[in-house]
């Protein structure tokens, strides 16, 4: 597959603060591939240098064959870029948005419709209406329209669905998905980690670090133990109990469930499910679980700082 996006080593440093580190991936053409990772992971900042609003320290990074710092003119009209806050011009209508962007990049709404058209059609029966007064699903859809409108090679999401509802969450993936099938490379960043399993590939991102790089399926595979879903009627006492177990490894609440890695080489179900019987709990069952890719990043996470402490 050919590459569409090349990083190698990038670092950014504002002042004290090291916001990236090492930075090296590369993303192929026709992939969808998304960054994962908590506010100040350092998502945002490599998105701008990746679409020539910053510098990098260090490192390299190109996109299309193109370096990003030496033509940054070209690949401007080439790339297109959805920030994560709102950037449009809220007293103008959507429809003005739409073509003066159109007009920044020296095409028409006409001319590039047809790529728009599943996600602008939601939008035309409000076109008269300012893009201000719009809800939070419909500004998203405005905003993507308007970076697809010249008809980019290249597309930059950072943090799309932030703040979005549900519903607009899903119908704005499944027009990823659509856009993906006719052959555009897309880069994602989102904080959810149940978007991480509709991309093809994912990076976790922590402090200005990637902590593992992979498919959504393949990243699951370096949870490091057996990992048990454990329930039962009194949630918050059980979790203090497990807690305060000189065996536990890792105890957090997942849904109705609490996830448990144990510290031990060796534990069965039956073998939690007594020990938790003997301390008084009842109404309780224990099994072992496939690790998701939500329980993959905390581990990781708390590798990292381990490590670092």
Not at 121 to 145: V, Y
Not at 251 to 270: E, I, K, N, W
Request: charged share 25%; hydrophobic share 45%; with cysteine.
């Amino acid at each position: 597959m050919k590459e569409a996006v090349l990083v190698a080593g990038v670092g950014k440093r504002f002042g004290a603060v090291q916001a990236l580190q090492e930075i090296t991936f590369s993303v192929g053409e026709g992939e969808l591939f998304g960054f994962i990772g908590a506010d100040g992971a350092g998502k945002t900042t490599l998105f701008r240098i990746l679409v020539t609003l910053l510098l990098p320290d260090e490192g390299r990074a190109e996109l299309l064959g193109l370096d990003v710092v030496r033509f940054y003119r070209e690949l401007r009209r080439r790339i297109g870029y959805m920030p994560g806050k709102f950037s449009l011009y809220p007293d103008l209508s959507v429809e003005e948005n739409l073509r003066f962007f159109a007009s920044v990049f020296g095409t028409t709404v006409e001319k590039n419709y047809e790529l728009i058209r599943d996600i602008y059609s939601q939008l035309e029966p409000f076109k008269t209406r300012r893009a201000g007064k719009l809800s939070g699903g419909m500004k998203q859809k405005l905003a993507l329209s308007c970076a697809l409108v010249h008809r980019p090679e290249l597309l930059f999401l950072d943090e799309p669905t932030t703040g979005v509802d549900a519903v607009s969450r899903q119908e704005f993936w499944q027009m990823l998905r659509r856009l993906r099938e006719q052959g555009m490379t897309i880069l994602v960043s989102t904080p959810y980690m149940d978007e991480a399993v509709l991309c093809d590939r994912i990076a976790f991102m922590q402090a200005g670090k990637i902590l593992a790089l992979d498919t959504p399926a393949g990243i699951t595979t370096l949870f490091p133990k057996p990992l048990f879903a454990i329930r039962a009627t009194e949630t918050g006492k059980l979790l203090l109990a497990l807690r305060a177990s000189p065996n536990a490894s890792s105890v957090y609440a997942f849904g109705s469930a609490l996830h448990y890695t144990d510290s031990r080489p060796v534990v069965s179900p039956d073998e939690l499910l007594a020990t938790l019987q003997i301390e008084g709990f009842t109404d309780l069952s224990v099994t072992v679980i496939p690790p998701g890719i939500e329980d993959t990043f905390i581990a990781l996470m708390e590798k990292k700082q381990g490590s670092a402490s």
